[in-house]
């Protein structure tokens, strides 16, 4: 079973690594990490106090990335979901996303969002069997759906 702890500067290698192309990037994050990533930035999520980043391990080993973001009281999105290219497809997203709702409920949060790119199917249909439900688009982040989920 997938577990979270807190996304520390010896994680930056293998998220970097995890990341190959500018379209994963882009993929992963949206505009708000550019090409090509580097710990510099990452040292800049670190130290936003509103992001909550986590690394997911799977028998003492780095498997993906997940953060929750607070945007408000009792509000929070769940942002820069990944798991490692390798590792795709084989049921460890659902675990990530899962681990991260039992964190949110344990911080009290009772509505969570996130935004998701229009043509990113597989994560669409992992929000959606988690519960997310669409609440229309972004035309600021270029299209992105927003997706919101009611007492994780
Ligand atoms: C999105 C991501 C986190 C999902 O993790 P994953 O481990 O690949 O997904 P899982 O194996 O847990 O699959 C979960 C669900 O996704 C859906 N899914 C998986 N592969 C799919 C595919 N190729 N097409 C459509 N849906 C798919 C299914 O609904 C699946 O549920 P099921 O097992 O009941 O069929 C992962 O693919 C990833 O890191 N992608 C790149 C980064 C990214 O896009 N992040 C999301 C940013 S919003």
Known sequence: ??????????????????????????????PRLLWPLDTAQLDGLRADESFAPFTAELD????????????????????????????????????????????ARGRGIRSLTLF?????????????KLGFEHRGSSEQLHGALLMELQDP
């Open 60 to 103: 003492g080993r780095a498997v993906g990335h997940i953060e929750l973001v607070s945007t408000g009281e009792g509000q929070a999105r769940v942002a820069r979901v990944l798991v490692a290219p390798e590792l795709q497809g084989r049921g460890l997203g659902e675990q990530l996303v899962r681990a991260v709702l039992a964190e």
């Open 116 to 128: 998701v790119l229009p043509d990113n199917a597989r994560a669409i249909a992992l929000y959606e």
């Open 1 to 30: 079973m997938i577990s979270l702890r807190r996304f520390e500067p010896r994680d930056d290698a293998s998220l970097i690594s995890w990341l190959r192309t500018p379209e994963e990037l882009y993929l992963f994050t949206g």
